[in-house]
């Protein structure tokens, strides 16, 4: 790491950014120690007296633990060790005036911490990002965009199709309602299990129009770091994952030009970690239909032809459309069978079947089954119910935000 600290000299941290919370610094050494994690606690020691080469170490142990087997079997004190270490470095990498490493250590805490100490990463952020900046000059030429003016026009219907599944926009078009009261949705769709696109609904959003201002979004968040999925989508070979800050995010959405090479924010609770973000956006009425209870508010954020390939999701799914445009296909969860699920338990919400390159031997009967779908426009929502498959392509550079809830008042069964 490019830090300007130099990691001989002990440094002391800022007061504001050790741990709040003394009591729950010495039970989580203590379960660290019950774990084998002794040098880890001594690291970790001397990080709080403002050794900035011990708080890497003690980063680095902790990381270790965190990819020393599945996710789902690491030591939950490990992630809680983790973050504990990410504040220790932030806090002296910050005191030493590299406010970018700062920065970055307090994101892989939230992304890759524990729960415990989330309030104090947080607050961290919080401080740090409060902090005058150094003056910029005034752009003079016109603010950069996201979406660009060709974009933002009417589809070429024929350039579309070429680039869709077999069959696409042929059958079945997805209802759209304007301004749709709560008694409607909940009699007409939600209860039916119907999917249905609302419009007019988001139009007051911030969002609206800032998430078009690539300066707005560099600004907001450009220093903080994100988890991106590269390739052109999970189920393929190549995909991978890397961790990079926003900024490199928003160039290689403008420069995107391989299909292999896509960058995708995608399923990432980014309104968790940047806040700023998150007041641009409300939860609709409509997340609360049936008793309902939100579950998580994820960002789907990147270029033109990221895919999500067909799967289904177990809650309620409001995806508000808020910059750009895609192409959707809906199958009902009564075809289930019929679209061949993954066996293995990680992947058995997907399917094995590629809608962009039917297999016609191994699934012969795939094309004949009957579906919806829609071009989903920018400032639409589309409700999704439990299980319902779906398949969803980036026409334009895209930004969507998905609302999943649970009920309880389930939906009708849908044949």
């Not at 150094?134 to 950069?144: F, G, K, L, Y």
Request: net charge negative; aromatic share 8%; charged share 25%.
């Amino acid at each position: 790491m490019g830090g300007k600290a130099d990691d001989a000299t002990p440094l002391p941290a800022p007061p504001e950014l050790v741990l709040a919370d003394e009591e729950s610094r010495t039970s989580l050494l203590r379960r660290i120690t019950e774990e084998g994690g002794f040098a880890f606690v001594s690291s970790a020691e001397k990080a709080a007296a403002g050794d900035l080469r011990a708080a890497d170490a003690a980063r680095e142990m902790a990381w270790e633990q965190l990819h020393s087997g599945p996710w789902n079997e690491v030591v939950p004190a490990w992630r809680d060790a983790y973050a504990m270490a990410c504040l220790h470095v932030a806090a002296l990498r910050d005191g030493a005036g590299d406010r970018s490493e700062a920065i970055r250590a307090l994101d892989m805490g939230i992304i890759m911490g524990g729960p415990l100490l989330r309030p104090d990463l947080d607050a961290a952020l919080q401080r740090i990002m409060a902090q005058p900046l150094p003056e910029v000059s005034e752009r003079q030429d016109s603010p950069e965009r996201l979406v660009c003016e060709e974009d933002s026009k009417g589809l070429d219907l024929t350039e579309v199709l070429r680039i869709l599944p077999k069959k696409s926009l042929s059958c079945k078009i997805v209802e759209k309602r304007s301004s749709l009261s709560l008694e409607r949705f909940v009699s007409d769709y939600f209860l039916k299990g119907c999917p249905i696109i609302i419009s007019g609904y988001i139009d007051g959003w911030p969002a609206r129009t800032k998430w078009k201002d690539i300066e707005y979004l560099k600004r907001i968040a450009g220093d903080r770091t994100v988890p991106v999925e590269v390739g052109q989508n999970y189920l393929c070979s190549e995909w991978k994952q890397e961790l990079i800050t926003f900024s490199q995010f928003l160039e290689r959405i403008v420069s995107a030009d391989c299909p292999s090479k896509l960058t995708y924010l995608a399923q990432h609770p980014l309104f968790d970690q940047i806040k700023e973000l998150r007041n641009d956006i409300m939860i609709p009425d409509y997340c609360f239909a049936g008793g309902g209870e939100l579950q998580s508010l994820n960002a789907w954020f990147g270029p033109p032809g990221t895919v999500t390939p067909l799967h289904h999701d177990p809650h309620h799914n409001l995806f508000a459309q808020v910059v750009g445009r895609k192409y959707i296909r809906l199958y009902p969860s009564s075809v289930s069978e019929e679209l061949h699920p993954y066996v293995e338990s990680m992947l058995s919400n997907s399917s094995q079947v590629d809608l962009d390159n039917i297999d016609a031997k191994q699934f012969p009967k795939v094309e004949d089954i009957d579906f919806i779908d829609c071009i989903l426009e920018e400032g639409e929502l589309l409700y999704i119910p439990p299980k319902w498959w779906h398949y969803v392509r980036s026409l334009t550079t895209s930004f969507s935000v998905s609302f999943w809830w649970s009920a309880s008042v389930p939906p009708l069964s849908v044949s």
